[in-house]
Nanobody, 122 residues
Framework: QEQLVESGGGLVQAGGSLRLSCAAS????????MGWFRQVSGKEREFVAA????????RYSDSVKGRFTISRDKSKNTLYLQMNSLNPEDTAVYYC???????????????WGQGTQVTVSS
């Protein structure tokens, strides 16, 4: 069972930056992709970005493309999300996720973290 623990959320002013981290433990060798989703209370969870764990291919939602960067450190089993030029519409709970035997282009997670709150003030 893969366990994911997010960190790095917080309060930031519009235009600022944050970096989220996701530490993965109990990693299975067949984990193929990891990524981030976000959710605003009362709304559906929204895809943000994903990365192929082995090859490093990435995919982003249109709403964050050019502002957010997803990366991973395989030696540390850690996923990152660098968020720049934040705006109040980015306020949400951000969830780390992992998929086994999947694909970045059709990222469908099998495991989820507990989430970390990101709040962007105007």
């Amino acid at each position: 069972q893969e366990q994911l623990v997010e960190s790095g959320g917080g309060l930031v002013q519009a235009g600022g930056s944050l970096r989220l981290s996701c530490a993965a433990s109990g990693r299975t060798p067949s984990t193929s992709a990891m990524g981030w989703f976000r959710q605003v209370s009362g709304k559906e969870r929204e895809f943000v970005a994903a990365i192929g764990w082995k090859h490093g291919f990435t995919r982003y939602s249109d709403s964050v493309k050019g502002r957010f960067t997803i990366s991973r450190d395989k030696s540390k089993n850690t996923l990152y999300l660098q968020m720049n030029s934040l705006n109040p519409e980015d306020t949400a709970v951000y969830y780390c996720a992992a998929e086994i035997l999947g694909d970045v282009d059709a990222f469908s997670p099998d495991y989820w973290g507990q989430g970390t709150q990101v709040t962007v003030s105007s």
